[in-house]
């Protein structure tokens, strides 16, 4: 089998051996950071909404009262007692007292 070529010996020798291209656009840094797309709290309010869920748990003695608690209307208050809290510190005194209200009742 002489004169038969092989795919390797095919090539010339004399070409350069091929250079992977350059990517020469700007990397994209952070590219997989979360979008929020939610209102976040300040540092207040989030202040408010610990001490809130704090009480909350002390007063009603568990985790299921208190979150019944937090997060359904109510009428006496005008609203969801979390929110309130969350808004504004007279707010949150305003729940405090609904909560010793509903203890001591």
Known sequence: M????????AAPESAAPE?????TAKPRSKQFRRAYTTVRLTP???TR????ATSAFHHFGGRDAAMAFLNAHDETLGGRPLD???????????VEAAMQARVAA
């Open 49 to 52: 909404q610990g001490q809130v």
């Open 2 to 9: 002489t004169g038969s070529t092989t795919p390797e010996s």
């Open 19 to 23: 250079q992977p291209a350059v990517d």
């Open 84 to 94: 309130l809290a969350i808004a504004s510190p007279d707010g949150l005194a305003a």
């Open 44 to 46: 207040d309010q989030a």
